[in-house]
């Protein structure tokens, strides 16, 4: 096991192998299975990756590149950094292009950080995962996008982690987990807690990211549908969330849309 320290930096994992899509079509060959096609599911495909990684042993490989992390704020409530629970859950990552499945992850959203947690056997350290490379994950029933940071008009998209809420045939959208860090007095010591923030959603749509703030905002994704979208949110139930209201704004456009791409004007 390989763990340097250079100067004043957290120790860092080295792991020398990388996966690659021509490795594991020769384990394929060699342990005479068929050759993973597109027509095969998620689940199929991940039965090589978990197979080939089980053989030259997941500590070698390039996910585990990353700082060892070390836990500054100390809590005692159920408020706490984490989603969707302060506890690591079985998931997935795509890591430099490549997936990587059954990994115990922790997403830290104060920090925008993912977690992630080596087996006992190796030394059962927490890493904190080389974000730069980090392409997407998912935990559960939540899976997450790295969105580089843009701005469009006059808005400016943060970078980060967003999970994924839809995706439609014209557009996706995207929330940004926040929360905000407060301190309570403790009898010899300081607990941290950490309150949720507004989050922020985005829709990728005509090859753009826009940041919406309001439900209006979609006219200037989709001016060609003001009128409609006018006479649709009226009907948008006053108690229910705004997150909620994008949802079902954004299938009602895709109803829209997604008849005008399937049949076209003939000239």
Known sequence: MNISNT?????????????????????????VSPIPCAAQSKKD????????????????????YGEVYVEK??????????????????????????????????YNVYEDELLMKIANRLGGEILQVYKDKVNSFAMGNHSFVKIEPRKTSNKTIESGFYEILLELTVSDLYKKHRKRLTDTLGENLIF????????????????????????????????????QLGNFVKTLP???????????????????????KDNPIME
Do not use: C
Not at 7 to 31: D, E, H, T, V, Y
Not at 51 to 64: A, C, P, Q, T, V
Not at 196 to 217: A, G, N, T, W
């Open 192 to 227: 941290y807690e950490f309150e949720d923030l507004s989050p922020e959603f985005v829709v990728y749509s005509r090859s753009d990211y826009h940041k919406v703030q309001r439900i209006m905002d979609l006219k200037g994704i989709f001016p060609e549908y003001t009128e």
């Open 73 to 106: 704020h100390r809590t005692k409530s159920k408020k706490t950094k984490f989603f969707p629970s302060p506890n690591f859950m079985l998931g997935s990552v795509v890591f430099n292009g490549l997936p990587y499945y059954s990994v115990n992850l922790k």
């Open 45 to 64: 495909l991940s039965s090589y990756y978990n197979l080939f990684d089980s053989i030259i042993g997941i500590e070698n490989l390039e996910i585990h």
């Open 7 to 31: 100067g004043n930096s957290l120790p860092r994992w080295r792991f020398p192998r990388k996966r690659s899509q021509f490795s594991l079509l020769l384990l394929a060959l060699l342990l």
């Open 238 to 260: 006053p108690d229910s969330s705004f997150e909620d209201h994008l949802k079902t704004t954004l299938i009602f456009i895709n109803t829209l849309i997604a008849p005008e």
